[in-house]
């Protein structure tokens, strides 16, 4: 019994050890471009930028979950500790708190599922380690490059074709991305993305829309630049269309 506790005491050590480099380096770098008495007000925003959108969208705990809930998660475990989910729940300075004022999506996780999700992103970001080399936080994702790729018209249409009639699906009753992609190629001929490619969009911006609706302080503001922007109404007509995937 004793040497297999000490295994799984030696994993959440590891886990543990692996958020505090995160932070401290996350926070190293951000303080570097500070003024001294700036330096309490560090911006956690950009913690994650480094991990492609659709690596963070599988496996979330919650249907509302996003990508801030999963930056005050690691926050939350480095100051309070592993699985003290009820006193990351409650501290006002992250933003589950703001899950008392929703009107949807209530409910908060589990344990289990928060520390599944918890492991899930140390393995990305080991991953990503092991791949690349030390986290630069100024760094774009390559999905961020990858949206580049796609303009206004095209992000609008998609957006259209998903929000009324979903995702197609295949004979083998799987998402068929080729099938959506030849019907945006219907309203634009020159499109010439590929599958793959439409699957990372859609991914993407069904993590846009669960951002704002999981943010009642965007309930009245529009989201998006140029001439592609998503409205809360929007948001939630899309997510709840292809959250029935």
Same mark, same amino acid.
């Given at each position: 019994?004793l040497p ?6 030696? =994993?959440?050590l590891?886990?543990?050890h692996?958020?505090?480099n995160?932070i ?10 500070m003024?001294?008495?700036?330096r309490?007000?560090?911006? %956690? ?5 480094? $991990? ?7 496996q979330?705990?919650? &249907?509302? %979950? ?5 930056i005050d998660?690691?926050?939350g475990v480095?100051?309070y500790?592993?699985a003290?989910?009820v006193?990351i ?7 589950f708190? *703001?899950?008392d004022k ?7 996780? &589990?344990?289990?599922n ?13 991953k ?9 936080f *100024?760094?774009?994702?390559e999905?961020e ?9 095209e992000? @609008? &249409?998609?957006?259209? $074709? &998903? ?8 004979q083998?009753?799987?998402?068929? %991305?080729?099938?959506? =992609?030849? @019907? ?15 699957? @990372?969009?859609?991914?993407?911006l069904? %993590?846009?829309?669960? *951002?704002?609706i999981?943010d009642?302080k ?10 592609? @922007? ?13 959250n029935?995937?």
């Amino acid at each position: 019994m004793l040497p297999q506790r000490s295994v799984q005491y030696t =994993k959440r050590l590891q886990l543990l050890h692996r958020v505090k480099n995160l932070i401290c380096k996350y926070r190293e770098d951000a303080l570097k471009n500070m003024n001294q008495p700036d330096r309490r007000k560090i911006n %956690w925003d950009g913690l994650l930028n480094f $991990i492609p959108l659709g690596l963070l969208f599988g496996q979330r705990p919650a &249907v509302w %979950w996003a990508k801030k809930n999963d930056i005050d998660l690691l926050l939350g475990v480095y100051k309070y500790g592993y699985a003290n989910y009820v006193s990351i729940r409650n501290a006002r300075e992250y933003c589950f708190l *703001e899950l008392d004022k929703a009107q949807t999506y209530q409910d908060f996780p &589990v344990a289990d599922n928060l520390t599944r999700r918890l492991k899930k992103l140390i393995n990305t970001i080991v991953k990503i380690q092991q791949n690349q080399g030390e986290i630069d936080f *100024e760094d774009e994702a390559e999905s961020e490059e990858d949206e580049k790729s796609w303009t206004d018209t095209e992000k @609008k &249409v998609l957006f259209t $074709i &998903v929000s009324e009639y979903g995702v197609p699906i295949g004979q083998d009753n799987k998402s068929n %991305w080729g099938e959506l =992609k030849d @019907k945006v190629k219907f309203q634009i001929k020159d499109f010439n993305k590929t599958p793959a490619q439409v699957e @990372k969009m859609v991914s993407r911006l069904r %993590w846009n829309c669960q *951002e704002i609706i999981s943010d009642e302080k965007l309930k009245d503001e529009v989201q998006g630049t140029g001439t592609f @922007k998503i409205s809360y109404e929007m948001a939630a007509k899309f997510s709840k269309n292809i959250n029935l995937l």
